[in-house]
Nanobody, 131 residues
Framework: ELDLVESGGGSVEAEGALRISCAVS????????LGWFRQAPGQERETVAR???????????VQGRFTIARHSAKNGKYLQMVDLQMDGLKPDDTAVYYC?????????????????????WGQGIQVNVSS
């Protein structure tokens, strides 16, 4: 089991910037792949960005505006931090953002960018972008 705790959400005007962070604790094997997902009201949850040993991935809507970065945590309780720097925010970026993790190999597939579902999730954090 992993514990994922998001922080840093809030409200910002269009073209502004926010950084959201996720602190991850638990079995290092289970956090080999880390990602950010989001869900807007009335819409399905979608991938925003993923990071693993096989590189990073961004959905087209955020490419060039968002940056995912993972690093070792300074807090002894947590092993990893994964940040999402969001620049040039648009009202369409308004959503609840979720941090998630899974092992590199899951359900017979290996790689952080396969269709295997992410298994461990944070509670979500709200990001509001006004026009």
């Amino acid at each position: 089991e992993l514990d994922l705790v998001e922080s840093g959400g809030g409200s910002v005007e269009a073209e502004g910037a926010l950084r959201i962070s996720c602190a991850v604790s638990g079995n290092a094997y289970d956090m080999q792949c880390l990602g950010w997902f989001r869900q807007a009201p009335g819409q399905e949850r979608e991938t925003v960005a993923r990071s693993g040993s096989d590189g990073t991935y961004y959905t087209a809507a955020v490419q060039g505006r968002f940056t995912i970065a993972r690093h070792s945590a300074k807090n002894g309780k947590y092993l990893q931090m994964v940040d999402l720097q969001m620049d040039g925010l648009k009202p369409d970026d308004t959503a609840v953002y979720y941090c998630a993790a899974r092992p590199y190999c899951s359900r017979g597939l290996c790689g952080c960018h396969t269709t295997s579902p992410y298994l461990f999730w944070g509670q979500g954090i709200q990001v509001n972008v006004s026009s």
